[in-house]
Protein backbone atom coordinates (compact mmCIF):
# COMPACT_ATOMS: atom_id res chain seq x y z
CA UNK A 1 0.00 0.00 0.00
CA UNK A 2 3.18 2.09 -0.37
CA UNK A 3 1.89 5.87 -1.01
CA UNK A 4 -1.74 4.59 -1.89
CA UNK A 5 -4.71 6.66 -1.96
CA UNK A 6 -6.25 3.95 -0.35
CA UNK A 7 -9.18 5.47 2.72
CA UNK A 8 -9.88 2.10 4.00
CA UNK A 9 -8.30 -1.55 4.57
CA UNK A 10 -9.80 -5.26 5.79
CA UNK A 11 -7.37 -7.96 6.47
CA UNK A 12 -9.40 -11.06 5.81
CA UNK A 13 -9.95 -13.50 8.81
CA UNK A 14 -6.85 -15.62 8.32
CA UNK A 15 -3.72 -13.37 7.84
CA UNK A 16 -1.57 -13.95 10.91
CA UNK A 17 1.18 -10.83 9.98
CA UNK A 18 1.33 -7.58 8.49
CA UNK A 19 4.58 -6.06 7.27
CA UNK A 20 6.69 -3.42 8.57
CA UNK A 21 5.79 0.19 6.74
CA UNK A 22 2.63 -1.49 5.18
CA UNK A 23 0.82 2.19 5.10
CA UNK A 24 4.19 4.43 4.73
CA UNK A 25 3.52 7.61 3.60
CA UNK A 26 -0.65 6.66 2.95
CA UNK A 27 -1.98 10.10 4.03
CA UNK A 28 -5.54 9.62 3.08
CA UNK A 29 -5.78 6.33 5.62
CA UNK A 30 -8.63 6.34 7.26
CA UNK A 31 -9.52 3.07 8.63
CA UNK A 32 -7.61 -0.57 8.98
CA UNK A 33 -9.48 -3.76 10.17
CA UNK A 34 -7.21 -6.19 11.66
CA UNK A 35 -8.76 -9.55 12.93
CA UNK A 36 -8.07 -11.44 15.62
CA UNK A 37 -5.65 -14.15 13.59
CA UNK A 38 -3.11 -11.38 13.10
CA UNK A 39 -0.29 -12.15 15.48
CA UNK A 40 2.31 -10.10 14.16
CA UNK A 41 2.56 -6.38 12.94
CA UNK A 42 5.84 -4.56 12.19
CA UNK A 43 7.33 -1.40 13.23
CA UNK A 44 6.24 1.64 11.52
CA UNK A 45 3.25 0.35 10.05
CA UNK A 46 1.99 3.92 9.27
CA UNK A 47 5.48 5.65 9.06
CA UNK A 48 5.44 8.82 7.58
CA UNK A 49 8.31 11.30 6.66
CA UNK A 50 6.37 14.71 7.24
CA UNK A 51 5.72 15.92 11.14
CA UNK A 52 2.35 14.44 12.73
CA UNK A 53 0.67 11.37 13.88
CA UNK A 54 -1.86 9.14 11.61
CA UNK A 55 -5.31 10.00 11.91
CA UNK A 56 -5.98 6.38 10.51
CA UNK A 57 -7.57 4.33 13.63
CA UNK A 58 -6.97 0.59 13.79
CA UNK A 59 -10.46 -1.54 14.12
CA UNK A 60 -10.11 -4.67 15.73
CA UNK A 61 -11.23 -6.86 19.13
CA UNK A 62 -10.66 -5.26 22.62
CA UNK A 63 -7.39 -7.13 24.14
CA UNK A 64 -5.93 -8.96 20.98
CA UNK A 65 -2.92 -8.29 19.17
CA UNK A 66 -3.85 -5.35 16.96
CA UNK A 67 -5.59 -3.71 20.26
CA UNK A 68 -2.02 -4.21 21.96
CA UNK A 69 0.10 -2.91 19.13
CA UNK A 70 -2.05 0.15 19.02
CA UNK A 71 -1.84 1.33 22.58
CA UNK A 72 1.94 0.69 22.41
CA UNK A 73 2.40 2.82 18.67
CA UNK A 74 0.04 5.31 20.21
CA UNK A 75 -2.23 4.84 17.36
CA UNK A 76 -5.88 5.55 17.85
CA UNK A 77 -8.16 2.20 18.41
CA UNK A 78 -12.00 1.07 17.92
CA UNK A 79 -13.51 -1.93 18.75
CA UNK A 80 -15.44 -3.72 17.14
Known sequence: ???ST???VTFEK???EIGSGC???CYSL???RIPETVTK???DI???EEAGNTSAVILCKKGSYADQYAKANN???KYE
Do not use: C, L, P, S
Open 23 to 25: FEE
Open 75 to 77: INV
Open 6 to 8: VEE
Open 14 to 16: GVT
Open 30 to 32: KIV
Open 41 to 43: IGD
Open 1 to 3: FYY
Open 46 to 48: FFR
